[in-house]
């Protein structure tokens, strides 16, 4: 991030004049360097030359005199390998790779990349690419970067990392341009041969620098290192903000082919972004304006958490459609307090509106009076904790016909005085920011954002991340949750009663159950558990019991059992003559409750993942499962229960008595804590049904099927 | 809309300088009248002047020799009803009125606005506003309208309504600065005290220089009608794209404020959209983003209806963005024909991708020579109907740094000569929009929308309109749902055996259902029907009849039937003392099914709704229900069903037989007639459930509650 020395190779002196954009890249590098001041040695290297661009020029990396820090490779991608091979053996230390052509192709380009992907591990040599843009350090004033940079870059707290170079200038050039957001590093990685997303944004929440990390990611390489960031953010109170593409099969498969990234499940990924406290946007321009917003620090500061947004709008029509996008994300537009309401009529005697949001109408134009008044008895008003003004930032008209430039100084005047966090909005995304008016405002901490949609989203985001804090604050230090490595088991599916042994071990209640070999050792079994009860036929090998009928339930005494058993098996047999048949277990009949389902899938990218949810449509129909990478605190197992769209179910719907939500924590808790403990062996565990009893009552597991590798 | 002379009132000698802000809206008036060329004659009124800016001016309305067609009133409200009757009197047919403080604000602004609503229904005077802009009548050359207008006014196809004038002219200049789409009015209609939205609507739907229909409602006045006018804009191909706000309580009350609308509650409001073809859309950029689309002649004509989009992008990223936003909104982004794939090497041999979406990489930036080859074969490929590319139009950055241009002249030459429809859009909304991009591209039929999520959006609602015009069309005229209207029944919540009487009368099946006094007449009732039955206490009084012990099922002999009776009575009368009992029906037994409820709800707007949905937990916690505007179709039944979450419940869930979709669909066209005939006397009507038996089997409703006025 900080070389003392850069070896650029791939400029030519061949090179066109600067602004084509057939300009070699390395050239280009040099040129960013120049213009960018950077105070260190640059040297190329082409053996074709004795100097480049007034750089000295070597033919090959082992004849530079002091080998330079880092080598920024302009080459096409048959020509990497060796050189960076070449540039290890010189003594240097990391290198930026430009050229695609590596993992996101055939073949041939895996082959490529694994050799880069051998010195990072083998050699410690610290790689950024292939396949990217290059890293740009702003305020170390060092761009290792291969697109043109223009004049006036605007430093500031915001550190960028995109896997996509197109994205990353994209993404910068909006946030400076369009929003007055300075940038503290841009960072494409694109493949991740060497240094990953996770490592990118581990530097930047310890970066002095940067205040807010932004980040589009197309696949994570190490999610076990991403949700330690994500802690370490926390502690710096760093917000991660990161737009996670590749959510479909066919962005997976385009992710795949541009960046070679093993996407995840995106239902993973979300629920790993909730556990972490990552803010998750959903597009380029939310990702943008919650930049604006996080990045903002008076406004930030002034931000008491709350979600009561106040709006101040010359439009009627906004007004209506501002406060359905604040409605859609979840966010509060309540009444003025009637101090407001008794107070607006002194100052303002001929004004009819009262509300909020508070609509300035033709008068606000006519009357320049009237805008200041509305806009500070909106600040003033104690039921709103934010304060928002639509403005027409954007207007693409020619500058005498626009009017949100009359209103842009009183807003300024009072945001200097308020006390209240202030942003601005405007109705359409789109047309030139007016410089005039966005910068005054930025200035004075109230941010910018375009359209209704994406200021609600990022406010909503913001006060996510606040209440997000709170939480983690108040639980103190990380819960202790050592659980020790569990010892091997033995491949394939448990039997029922092992399966129930550890879950048992693990403190999951399970259903009293016993492996019978015969009609007798059954009445013996039930007798111990006590009547009534239920028979199972015990098979490693069938799936679905009762569809072959190999389940009774509900007996009651000794002859039941003893009918029951012979019935079973004579009934499995006949429709799966092949099956192998452990026996019949006997399980205590289990009174009512709500079946849910609770269990460990492994996902591909992170590994082992526990799924909760409720048995029936709910989880057939609408899959209505929440997710949560273990280890899992009660809170957290707390919140991914409220997030499921049948919670209503366990706290008593239609006068039901509500369940036994205590107990339904604490078994997702020892769940992810057996998931940890069994760590690769376990394939998939499957409780299903967990049947979760009326308040106090406790859960039991009925039924378990475990998986082990 | 033509009128052949204009009185305007509220124009002064005082008025300052052409631009200022403060400029009297009158004199605006008479300034945009002269700037558009408007041929007719205008005068001003206003007792001071013989003549203001160059027109002859009269004390009064009376005073003017040959009276105005229209008359502009710029005025405060207070004077506003006294002008218009004067105006009635002079013998003028029409009214714009700017003022705002009518039905919006209290008591007084109410009064003030019946008084023009009765000038309207009396005297058939036609008034815009109050509270409003304007008309703006392009091709007419008249710009009845408030808010100052750009020098040139871009003519088109577009005809744009918003109940709000601050909107109006929002979204009427980003469609003509950053689209390129032209107008041919604009109509901002406030509060419709005397012409409605609708009937805007319907004007443009008959205008002949009017081919896309463009609408921002707060509210609607006359639902009907509105139906009315989507079947016209069905007959006349002319799409209705219309922003609904309002959807939340707190955007209700905003818009109760801002027009004095009522809303109408959201769910409503789009399943009347859905029945008309109507397209909706979600935010300001989807309106612009769509009416962009849906008014680039070339492109619509060239799209068969299909939903395979093919992308081309230089960005790696954004093809993971773009098909996360194609997903979303479920349109396909398929993969390339085995054809493009085996020939794409063949004309460019070192390119590694055959993938859709087409990343262009970097190699299309340094090699002009691809882009209009990967251009090329995506249009020649069989897999795909639309062409996008993502093309940066809006990049903020100095003109020389920007890419957008290098490629815009290549799309513009394949478009001349493709038959395929293509379209740009951009990865970021926001920005100047380059004009040497735009206008070219749209000329040549290629429309540019910006962001992949409003792109994505617009080409489905383009593809969703395509298809129900062709059902539209294949079914030929409107179904004969011709229902004759029904007699007047009693008030108040009918006896069980009318409520089934009165379901059976429009065919609707209902389980058979005798009402029994005694013991006796109940085991009588029982034979006649057939063992085994349900006995269900028979009171208007009581709602949840279970819950009272009032409900005995499954019994099977005359010996069970008499206990029950007795029983029945003697648990209600105990919990229920004071309920007037009217006995107990005996019903025949229904076999399981799945378990629905049908019935009609009032929306205070639309009036009558049929509502149909899943007993259980999808109705009761997650609100899973379609609504309906009767009459329906067995079509638009169908397409409600499907629009159900639960609908694979119906067709056969985890090897369950599917369901009687037929007889269900004909049910809900028969509920649909029912409602249509009894009109306004209905208050509600209840099937819960209708039991939905498997193929063939049928429906029955085995419990209704019909409420009369």
């Known amino acids: 991030m900080r070389p003392k020395a850069v070896a650029v190779i791939g400029a030519s002196q061949r090179a066109p004049a600067s602004g084509t954009t057939r300009e070699p890249r390395g050239n280009r590098v040099i040129r960013n360097l120049r213009n960018f001041g950077y105070s260190g040695r640059i040297v190329a290297v082409n053996p074709k030359y004795s100097e480049v661009m007034d750089c000295p020029c070597y033919p090959d990396l082992a004849s530079i005199p002091e080998p330079p820090d880092c ?10 390998p060796d050189l960076l091979e070449s540039a290890v053996a010189a003594g240097v230390r990391a290198g930026v790779v430009f050229a695609a052509g590596f993992a996101e192709i055939g073949i041939e380009g895996k082959q490529r990349q694994a050799r880069l992907e051998a010195l990072s591990k083998e050699r410690n040599f610290l790689i950024c690419g292939p396949n990217c843009y290059g890293v740009l350090n702003v305020f170390g004033k060092a761009p290792l970067f291969a697109s043109p940079i223009p004049p006036g870059f605007l430093a500031g707290p915001v550190a960028l990392v995109s896997q996509s170079g197109g994205l990353s200038t994209t993404i910068a050039n909006a946030l400076m341009l369009n929003r007055h957001v300075g940038l503290s590093h841009i960072v494409s990685c694109g493949n991740q041969a060497g240094v990953t997303v996770e490592e990118y944004l581990n530097y930047f929440v310890e970066d002095e620098n940067t205040g807010v990390v932004a980040a589009f990611v197309e696949g994570f390489k190490q999610p076990a290192k991403l949700m330690a960031v994500a802690q370490k953010a926390m502690a710096h109170n760093k917000p991660l903000i990161i737009l996670k593409g590749g959510r479909s099969e066919v962005s997976q498969r385009a992710a795949a082919t ?33 930049v604006s917003l996080f990045s903002c620090e008076t406004f930030v500061k002034r931000h008491n958490g709350g979600r009561r947004i106040g709006v101040l709008s010359g439009s009627g029509g906004e007004c209506t459609l501002v406060s359905d996008a604040a409605m859609n994300v979840g966010l509060e537009v309540p009444e003025l307090s009637d101090d407001s309401k008794s107070r607006l009529p002194e100052i303002l005697p001929d004004f009819g509106n009262l509300n909020n949001p508070l609509d300035g109408t033709g008068a606000m134009y006519d009357d320049d009076k009237i805008f200041p008044r509305l806009l500070q008895a909106l600040i003033n008003d104690a039921n709103i904790d934010i304060v928002t003004v639509n403005l027409e930032a954007n207007d693409p008209r020619p500058k005498e016909l626009k009017s949100g430039n009359r209103f842009s100084l009183a807003i300024t005047n009072a945001a200097v005085a308020a006390n209240k966090p202030m942003a601005i909005f405007s109705s359409v995304v789109g047309g030139p920011v007016d410089p005039d008016i966005l ?13 209704a949609e994406c200021a609600m989203s990022a406010l909503r985001h913001l006060a996510d991340y606040h209440l997000f804090r709170k939480h983690w604050e108040s639980r103190g230090q990380k819960e202790a949750t050592l ?25 999951i209640p399970v259903v009293p159950t016993l492996l019978t070999r015969n009609a007798e050792e059954a009445v013996t079994a039930a007798k111990r558990i006590g009547f009534p009860v239920a028979l199972k036929i015990e098979s490693t090998q069938i ?11 509900g007996l009651s005494s000794s002859a039941e059992v003893r009918d029951a058993f012979g019935r079973i098996r004579e009934r499995v047999t006949a429709k799966l003559p092949a099956a192998e048949i452990a026996g019949v277990v006997v399980q205590r009949m289990i009174p009512e409750g709500i079946e849910m389902i609770l269990g460990i899938k492994h996902d591909a990218l992170f590994g082992p993942v526990v799924v909760c949810g409720f048995g029936g ?21 707390h919140s991914l229960l409220t997030g499921l769209r049948g919670w209503p ?3 008593g719907l239609r006068g039901k008595p509500p369940a036994d939500v205590d107990a339904l924590c604490d078994a997702i808790v020892r769940v992810s804590q057996l998931a940890v403990s069994l760590g690769d062996q376990l394939l998939a565990l499957d409780i299903n049904p967990l049947v979760v009893h009326a308040a106090t009552h406790g859960v039991v597991a009925a039924d378990a099927l475990v998986q082990i590798a």
């Open 483 to 507: 659980v020790s490595s569990h010892p091997k088991l033995p491949a394939g599916i448990l039997p029922a009663e092992a399966a129930f042994r550890l879950l048992a071990s693990f403190g």
């Open 649 to 651: 179910l366990l706290t």
């Open 617 to 637: 449509v709910l989880v057939e129909l609408l899959k209505d499962v929440a997710l949560g990478i273990p280890p899992i605190s009660r809170q957290q197992a």
């Open 439 to 451: 910068l005054p405002l930025r200035t004075a901490g109230v941010p910018l954002m375009e359209g």
């Open 258 to 290: 541009h960046s070679g990234s093993l996407a995840g499940a995106a239902e993973v990924v979300d629920a790993a972004f909730r556990q972490g406290g990552i803010v998750q946007v959903r597009s380029l321009n939310e990702l943008i304006d919650t």
């Open 71 to 80: 080598v920024v490779l302009a080459v096409p991608n048959r020509h990497v």
């Open 543 to 553: 799936g679905h019991k009762s569809d072959v009928g190999g389940v009774a339930l």
